[in-house]
């Protein structure tokens, strides 16, 4: 196999020398590799001392309403009003160039 010590995966996978019959695995690890950096139904929690992904988390989250957070009515609208022009203005912060929704695991610093 040609290839380069180089640290991450998916550059591996994509930069070597793929004819053969090596090939069909190196792609099956390259859509694996990426499908599960991302979230499908779930929520990134930081528990015991590493990130993983919790549907469970996920599922419950869906059953909640603005009607069930207690706070003072005029901050409440005042949050709302940040949530939901959060998620109409994804044009805003794409023409600004600042990423819009962060998906996948979070880093150390977040």
């Not at 640290?7 to 996978?13: A, G």
């Not at 590799?33 to 528990?47: F, K, L, M, R």
């Not at 794409?94 to 150390?108: C, E, F, Q, R, T």
Request: hydrophobic share 35%; with cysteine; net charge negative.
């Amino acid at each position: 196999m040609a290839c380069d010590a180089i640290s991450t995966l998916e550059h591996r996978i994509t930069s070597c020398d793929i004819s053969g019959p090596e090939e069909p695995s190196r792609l099956l690890l390259l859509k694996v590799g990426t499908w599960s950096a991302q979230t499908h139904d779930e929520i990134w929690v930081y528990y015991d001392g590493f990130w993983q992904k919790d549907h469970g988390l996920w599922l419950e989250i869906q059953k909640g309403s603005w009607e069930e957070v207690i706070l003072n009515q005029d901050f409440k609208k005042a949050l709302q009003k940040d949530v939901y022009g959060f998620f109409t203005s994804e044009k805003v912060y794409k023409n600004l160039g600042i990423p819009w929704k962060v998906m996948g695991k979070p880093s150390a610093s977040e």
